[in-house]
């Protein structure tokens, strides 16, 4: 990996960590549905202009249901999912949960893409499992009516992530990755509105806010992806993927610096027994993918 494509690798994750930053600061305000959506609705126009800069074909009335499907899970539901977690958990928990997200596209693509059902998967299940049980049970916020709640919400939209990448693998593949992106932000868009006229604001953002949303919608997302496709045609979708691996530190680091949020081991136990998973699910653990081959 050259120092370019390092930097960018590891600015990605900052980025994606950072989300979460935002979104702990913006839901409070704009509410989830309208944090989704302004976060999705921006990022597209960001993209959308880009996508016209660069003379990108966006093949959107060819293959315009797969983009609405893959703009439901891939965008809406989980951001919308993930905003309402901002309200009740550390920017730290929710970023620790997205790390579940190789586990699931694992578990889907066998049924979609009928991948080969592997060991390391039924590893990575009880691994995950036992980092979740951990962050629940060893971490600084108490489980209740709210909490809990919040972290079936982190799960399902790491479960909507987890369908999404093998949809797209499956129904899109071989239309440009910035076109998926940008097409499925204005479904997502799309989506979102009519929750979002339903469940207006129940106060006038400050400017700090906005400035929040400003961020996650330009930095964490439209520039984000495009750092990510850049980072795929580099050094591979697969190593690329591996930033998953950096955002739940990010997270945390955030949290702890600019909100105060505590790191507590029980925090740093459910990540890396999370990060174990992903790395079974993704074949990154030493050895145990030359004795697979060899087998």
């Known amino acids: ?28 305000e704009f509410d989830p549905w309208w944090t989704a959506l302004l976060r999705i609705g921006l990022a597209w126009v960001a993209m959308a202009l880009w996508c016209r800069w660069r003379g990108l074909h966006l093949h959107i009335g060819a293959h315009w249901k797969q983009f609405a499907v893959l703009g439901l899970f891939n965008n809406a539901i989980p951001f919308a999912l993930y905003a309402y977690a901002a309200l009740h958990l550390p920017a730290g928990y929710s970023a620790i949960l997205n790390a579940l997200t190789p586990l699931f596209a694992a578990l889907v ?8 059902l592997r060991w390391q998967v039924f590893a990575a299940v009880l691994l995950a499992l036992g980092g979740i049980a951990l962050l629940s049970r060893a971490g600084p916020v108490a489980l209740n009516g709210e909490t809990v709640p919040a972290m079936l919400a982190c799960v399902g939209a790491t479960l909507c992530y987890g369908f999404a990448g093998p949809y797209a693998k499956r129904y899109l593949s071989k239309v440009p990755a910035a076109a998926n992106a940008t097409n499925s932000m204005l479904f997502a868009s799309l989506v979102l509105t009519p929750p979002a006229l339903l469940d207006l604001p129940s106060v006038h953002p400050s400017a700090g806010v906005w400035a929040a949303m400003g961020g996650l919608a330009l930095l964490c997302t439209a520039l984000a992806y495009f750092l990510y496709y850049r980072l795929i045609a580099d050094i591979g979708a697969v190593r690329a993927g591996t930033v998953t691996f950096l955002i739940p530190a990010f997270g945390m680091f955030w949290g702890w610096l600019f909100l105060g ?4 081991p029980g925090m740093l136990g459910g990540f890396a027994m999370v990060l174990i998973a992903a790395a079974l699910v993704l074949d990154l653990v030493p050895g145990l993918r030359t004795r697979a081959a060899a087998a």
Do not use: H, K
């Not at 990996?1 to 409070?28: C, D, E, K, V």
């Not at 949020?261 to 507590?264: D, G, K, L, W």
């Open 261 to 264: 949020e505590p790191i507590t």
């Open 109 to 116: 693509a066998m049924v979609m893409l009928r991948e080969r």
């Open 1 to 28: 990996m050259t120092l370019a494509s390092l930097t960018r690798f590891i600015l990605l994750a900052g980025l994606w960590g950072a989300s979460f930053l935002f979104m702990r600061i913006a839901a409070p």
